[in-house]
């Protein structure tokens, strides 16, 4: 073989090997930082804690905010769900975006809707109001119709109606645990400084959902919803953990999160974008450091919401592809911060990060598969590089996927069955051989249509209830 050419494939393969070496190392890090200040969280919050907090004295009332659009199948499971939470003081905020099923019909038939007037102050952009209803059996429920304009839109339009301190965005198919706003909102009370707070996300496929509680946590029916639990408690676990802890946290899932008020308003409340969620954490983060306020954004690892993902393989590419094409977006954005002194830590270390690992990562990761297979069809595939390839892209984060899930058990005994947890554990190990790869290769292909604004918006099936 000519020399050059040997040359040129050792730093190809080397430079292959030292990637998946950096981000399993990472995610491996991550996972033990994550590990070590969740059970110092742990050892500290009590229950009797939280509890205190329903005395009326540690608690900032809250808006609940739910963006619906044609999601007649589940919303009545997650407003239930809403109305069962254990808070002082709250309201529901569930707003129809022009949906063109019965989701609206159906609220004022479930729940005994009454128009009202009510004067709206307009502070930021979205697409006009109609018609203001309430409950007539849930005085705290207000469901605001409007015309059609996007998640984004919607999310704005609740935040104007909305009439406490707090707002908590919630998507239309989820479902919080009792506790869960007690948890999120504790940090508010007790520091000045905290700006918004996020929980865990966790699939909702497969639990056993009573009178919108979840009642019992079953692993999925379905090996793609299973692919996605580990995904959920990986990306959770060891990614939103170390980075608060890191005081990096750039995205606070739009399934779950908690927000001041007044500070969304203060940067034009969310921008019309497919990744609103993240783009308004990151916005948050520039203008509390061009204004020096002093902010901190915090993951919470407590409060749980359930949530529905896809259990098709389409609607699952294509929820993939928005989230790839919204992170893409909100760093191009804010591309101001990468590698800028005067973000602090979040430009130097965490908008890097996710600009060429989580951005590009999809780009590099295709690649290195690709050429690892080129170079053994035309058998110019090195045994020692092959060898450390499996070693560290393959066996090393099936070990990285299975750790997630055995310490997320340890730490929580969610799983009340040994059969779901060594079952979530088994596609941990499987997620490597061709899973990951296609959600790699779809992200790839999201990186280069990054400029589409079509949601893509996944099918929603019925929350069953027993």
């Known amino acids: ?243 608060s802890l890191m005081k990096s946290l750039l995205i606070i899932s739009g399934a779950f999160g908690v927000f001041r008020k007044d500070i969304v308003q203060a940067i034009g409340g969310y921008r019309d974008t497919v990744g609103e969620d993240m783009d308004l954490v990151v916005r948050l983060h520039r203008h509390c450091r061009e204004n020096k306020i002093p902010y901190k954004i915090i993951f919470v690892p407590d409060p749980i919401c359930f949530t529905q993902v896809p259990t098709d393989l389409r609607s699952l590419l294509r929820q993939r592809n928005r989230w790839h094409r919204g992170l893409v977006d909100s760093l191009l954005h804010s591309r101001k911060m990468l590698l800028n002194p005067s973000y602090g830590v979040v430009g130097l270390c965490g908008f890097f990060y996710f600009t060429f690992v989580e951005a590009l990562g999809p780009l590099v990761e295709f690649l290195g598969y690709l050429i690892f297979i080129l170079l053994f069809i035309f058998g110019l595939l090195s045994g020692t590089f092959a060898f450390l390839f499996f070693v560290v892209a393959i066996l090393w984060g099936m070990w990285i996927n299975i750790g997630s899930v055995l310490i997320d058990d340890v730490l929580y005994k969610r799983y009340s069955s040994l059969r779901d947890l060594l079952k979530l554990c088994l596609y941990g190990a499987l997620e490597l051989l061709g899973y990951r790869q296609l959600i790699t290769m779809e992200r790839m292909i999201a990186t280069f249509e990054f400029w589409r604004r079509d949601w893509g918006k996944q099918k929603r099936h019925r929350i069953e209830e027993t």
Request: net charge neutral; hydrophobic share 45%; with cysteine.
């Open 1 to 243: 073989m000519d020399k050059d050419l040997s040359f040129y494939l050792l730093i190809v393969q080397a430079l292959i090997f030292v990637y998946f070496f950096s981000v399993n190392s990472t995610y491996t890090l991550f996972t033990f930082l994550s590990l070590r200040a969740i059970r110092r969280y742990t050892a500290t919050i009590t229950d009797h804690h939280i509890r205190t907090m329903l005395g009326g004295v540690l608690y900032k009332p809250i808006s609940i905010i739910v963006p619906a659009y044609n999601e007649e199948k589940t919303i009545h499971t997650t407003v239930r769900s809403l109305l069962h939470l254990e808070f002082p003081e709250y309201e529901i905020v569930v707003v129809n975006d022009g949906s063109e099923d019965s989701t609206l019909q159906s609220l004022k038939e479930k729940f005994r809707l009454v128009r009202i007037n009510r004067v709206v102050r307009v502070k930021l952009k979205h697409k006009p109001i109609k018609e203001i209803y309430v409950s007539l059996d849930h005085p705290n429920l207000i469901v605001v119709n409007k015309d059609n304009g996007g998640k984004a839109d919607a999310l704005n339009a609740g935040i104007d109606v909305a009439s406490y301190p707090l707002i908590c965005s919630i998507d239309a198919d989820s479902v919080l645990e009792p506790e869960a706003l007690l948890r999120a909102t504790r940090l508010f009370a007790e520091d000045r400084e905290v700006v918004a707070t996020g929980g865990i996300v966790r699939v909702l496929n497969g639990c056993v959902v009573q009178d919108g509680k979840v009642i019992e946590i079953k692993a999925p029916k379905k090996s793609i919803e299973c692919f996605q639990a580990v995904e959920y408690i990986r990306g959770f676990l060891s990614g939103r953990t170390a980075w």
